[in-house]
């Protein structure tokens, strides 16, 4: 197998360190205590993407202190930028996370996390491969309505929260595969056998196919639902196979479908990219895996947003710095 692809994704990263540390250039965030938290998991390695991600959401939604979660390889060095620039976020410890009877690893922590802390304060959970380009209104209409929110998942027909056995029929026209037949990725299997899975305290479960990249938790969550489903799951599909990764998205999905008034945020503005260029007016961009690599348009969005924070205001230039891998790139 030919190693080009992987040279090219590494060659094309480290351009992108060293093209982006100039966010570390543009002004702290001010954080705001009004209720809503915007929550990341993160690691020593996407520290200049993560920064992009947070500011550039900030930026545009005015709203919101920061809480992030280390997966373990946060150096002090990092602790110290993550302090000025993001105004002394609280950081959280991925190996105290008691996760109960679900799963652990594959971001299972950061869910549970999310929703202990959404049953005080609204939680958005933002991704560090996403740019905001844009306004913002229908996430600012969730806040202020407490509507917990999703972007859209991918190669979906089915755009909106509906009935578990509504969603069934339109995703599954020729039927449900059996589950023993499904030996497809744990999202589609999962899906599947929706309709077989009897979840305690839901008398007609809902369901959409989202994506855990940007969602919102309205307040008043918390993880009992969560713990139902990945129970019921885990006993339909076997042990095994609930602890692949990608569980914990789903499960995200299932929670935020069955929130009072929950909403799919307009796929044609907040868009997973695929490869294909976003529309003119897209507000929100979330690089899924490779195609963050593609044709320099995560790049290209990014130094987009270093801009405009730059033109946003005046950095403090008291405290200044890059992460060590990027000084290194």
């Not at 543009?26 to 993160?42: E, K, L, N, W, Y």
């Not at 002090?76 to 993550?82: N, P, Y």
């Not at 020729?174 to 589950?179: H, K, L, M, R, S």
Request: charged share 20%.
């Amino acid at each position: 197998m030919s190693m080009w692809p992987q040279l090219m994704a590494r060659a094309k990263r480290s351009m992108y360190n060293h093209l982006c540390r100039g966010i570390f250039a543009t002004p702290p965030i001010v954080a705001r205590q009004d209720g809503v938290v915007i929550f990341s998991m993160i690691g020593t390695a996407v520290m200049i993407p993560y920064m992009i991600a947070i500011k550039s959401l900030h930026h545009h939604l005015q709203r919101g202190r920061v809480v992030v979660m280390d997966d373990g390889t946060l150096t002090d060095a990092d602790r110290l930028l993550l302090r000025h620039h993001l105004d002394s976020p609280q950081i959280l410890s991925l190996k105290d996370v008691d996760v109960g009877p679900c799963p652990r690893g594959g971001t299972w922590e950061r869910l549970l996390t999310i929703l202990d802390m959404a049953a005080d304060e609204y939680v958005i959970q933002l991704d560090s491969d996403t740019v905001t380009l844009g306004p913002v209104p229908h996430v600012l209409e969730a806040i202020d309505a407490n509507r917990s929110f999703t972007l859209l998942g991918a190669e979906t027909p089915v755009q909106e929260i509906l009935p578990v056995d509504i969603f069934t029929r339109r995703f599954f026209p020729g039927g449900e595969p059996a589950a023993e037949d499904f030996t497809g990725h744990i999202q589609g299997a999962t899906e599947s056998v929706l309709t077989r899975m009897a979840v305690p305290g839901l008398d007609r479960p809902r369901y959409v196919r989202g994506c855990s990249g940007f969602t919102g938790f309205a307040r008043g969550s918390d993880r009992r639902l969560a713990t139902a489903f990945s129970q019921t799951a885990s006993a339909v599909l076997g042990v095994k196979r609930w602890h692949e990764w990608g569980t914990e998205q789903v499960t995200s999905s299932f929670v935020i479908a069955n929130s009072d008034n929950a909403m799919v945020l307009p796929p044609a503005l907040y868009e997973n990219y695929w490869g294909t260029a976003p529309a003119a007016d897209a507000r929100f961009l979330h690089f899924i895996g490779t195609y963050r690599w593609h044709a320099w348009e995560y790049q290209q969005h990014c130094l987009s947003a270093i801009r405009d924070l730059k033109a946003g205001g005046a950095l403090d230039q008291s405290v200044r710095g890059e992460p060590e891998q990027a000084r290194a790139a």
